[in-house]
């Protein structure tokens, strides 16, 4: 008979996909999040938030690219701040960073391929799994072009379909919109409530709407904190006549911000 | 699900008359997982059935064989290169090959100053694995350190590809200007190694300009200046060359755990 080690025994449920407390993470020397707690489960979760509110760098944390420099970080049910091993984790991560950096001479397919053999997906499974992502972002048509050649929009969904190659229980989308035409952002949507089923997706975003389409979950973020966190509806109803905005949810979250701001 | 009674396999294989959809399902679906009822199933097959597969069988084999042979898959020689050899690395090797080339040329014109091979080959490594894992310098750096396979695997593959070019273009230097290949490659190699072993703590990128700058300042110009080779690549060195090299090279996977973030300092 042979010694089990704690981690075999250790429960695999965990409450939350993500679960972060007291959060603070450096951008250079700037606290850009500063003693956040947040605790995200299954479905869509939009980040929202002025510029500089700390989206990117609590994305870049998640995604596991930087160190928190304070608090706990929990992902998948694993702990991932100070030296902890994180392959693990990392094998079940999908990242699309707001500045999107690739191999112009690469293809998307040999681009997914590549990211897919990074993400360590066994050799077989490869060739399928890149081709349903590219799939499902759309650019069948444009697998075998090089990247060089694609528009802004489409190098975004080289960009998310990279990130969905490797089916990742928790999805980190910095921007995914910027440069999709309206049409684009409708199956994109389509494609996030897909993907929620049975992961956690977190999209941070400037546009209010596409929160309150696709997301199931709304995180309004101010220099580095969470200031809310609820439903769209719950966003919608902060909202009364007199606040800025140009539909119910911008009322909202521009309401959240000036309570915020003069309460400070 | 049971398995279905022989009575009703016979019926299923005559075509199922008297047999109800939702009966018809089920045996489907069962003998889509069951192989004893697929073994009995054929053995209720009527001829009919038979002659069918018969047909079907010759036709296939007929169409298999006047196809085209299935086109070969394109050789993995095409990918492999792309990942082992980030293409950004490429323009900093032809520097470093071109300046040895320089070096090589400047011992055949200039006799009297002291072996430029020798002086440059503890650096030559040196540029290229500073750009193996630099943020500045690969633009998917930040995708790729978000992957399991980013690490200290990753950074020693990525060393071995500058190796591989910087090594043979050390060798050829040496052997074209007659200097003792043990004083070329060795330190080639221990700076190398140190450059890893001290980027754990404070980024390859940053430990690569350190050693380049430490070289040139204690070593390279006070020799040129001075025209006499420095004692540290004199030929009785050799041998702590060699330890030098060896130990650095067994601390490097010591500190592993610090090359999961790749990010400080790089």
């Known amino acids: ?264 | 699900m049971t398995h279905p009674t022989t009575t009703i396999l016979a019926g299923y294989a005559d075509g199922g008359h008297g047999l109800d959809d939702a009966t018809l399902w089920s045996i489907e679906v069962h003998l889509d997982a069951c192989a004893d009822c697929r073994g009995q199933l054929a053995a209720h097959t009527t001829p009919d059935t038979t002659e069918l597969l018969d047909r079907v069988a010759v036709s296939l084999g007929q169409a298999i064989d006047g196809a085209p042979p299935p086109a070969r898959q394109p050789a993995p020689a095409a990918a492999v290169h792309r990942r082992w050899l980030a293409w950004t690395l490429l323009p900093w090797l032809a520097v470093t090959v071109a300046v040895l080339g320089c070096g090589v040329l400047l011992d055949a014109v200039e006799p009297s100053l002291p072996s430029l091979v020798l002086l440059l080959a503890p650096v030559a490594p040196l540029p290229g694995v500073a750009v193996t894992w630099s943020q500045r310098i690969d633009p998917a750096w930040e995708l790729i350190a978000t992957t399991p396979a980013a690490g200290l695997a990753m950074v020693l593959r990525r060393t071995l590809a500058v190796l591989v070019v910087v090594l043979p273009a050390l060798l050829v230097a040496g052997v074209s200007t007659g200097t003792s290949l043990a004083l070329t490659l060795l330190p080639c190699l221990a700076f190398t190694a140190a450059a890893l072993a001290l980027g754990a703590f404070i980024g390859v990128r940053r430990a690569a300009i350190g050693l380049a700058v430490a070289w040139s300042a204690a070593v390279l110009l006070p020799s040129v200046a001075t025209r006499s080779l420095s004692p540290v690549l004199q030929s009785g060195s050799t041998a702590v060359w060699a330890v030098t090299t060896v130990a650095l090279a067994a601390i490097t996977p010591l500190a592993a755990a610090h090359f999961r973030r790749l990010a400080s300092g790089n």
């Open chain 1, 1 to 264: 008979m042979r010694a089990v080690r704690t981690a075999e025994t250790a429960p695999t449920l965990h409450p939350w996909l993500v679960h972060a407390e007291k959060l603070r993470v450096r951008a250079g020397r700037h606290l850009a999040v500063d003693g956040l707690d947040l605790t995200l489960t299954a479905g869509v979760h939009g980040v929202l938030g002025p510029n500089g509110a700390g989206k990117t760098t609590l994305m870049r944390a998640l995604s596991t690219v930087v160190k928190p420099a304070d608090g706990t970080l929990t992902l998948l049910g694993a702990q991932v701040d100070g030296r902890a091993d994180l392959r693990e984790v990392r094998r079940q991560l999908g990242y699309l960073p707001q500045q999107f950096g690739f191999y112009p001479r690469f293809t998307v397919r040999e681009f997914v391929t590549y990211m897919a053999w990074l993400k360590e997906i066994p050799k077989a499974a490869v060739p399928d799994a890149v081709q349903r992502a590219i799939d499902r972002v759309g650019l069948t048509s444009k697998a075998d072009a090089r990247m060089k050649t694609l528009s802004g929009g489409m190098l975004r969904r080289a960009g998310i379909a990279q990130a969905v190659v490797n089916d990742p229980r928790l999805l980190l989308l910095d921007e995914p919109t910027v440069g999709l035409d309206p049409e684009q952002r409708l199956e994109f949507r389509d494609l996030l409530r897909d993907l929620a089923s049975e992961s956690c997706v977190l999209v941070s975003t400037h546009l209010v709407e596409d929160v309150v389409a696709a997301c199931t979950d709304v995180l309004l973020m101010n220099e580095g904190r969470l200031l809310f966190q609820g439903t769209p509806d719950d966003l919608i109803a902060r909202g009364g006549h007199s606040d800025a905005g140009d539909s119910p949810a911008e009322r909202g979250y521009s309401a959240l911000l000036r309570r915020h701001r003069s309460n400070a």
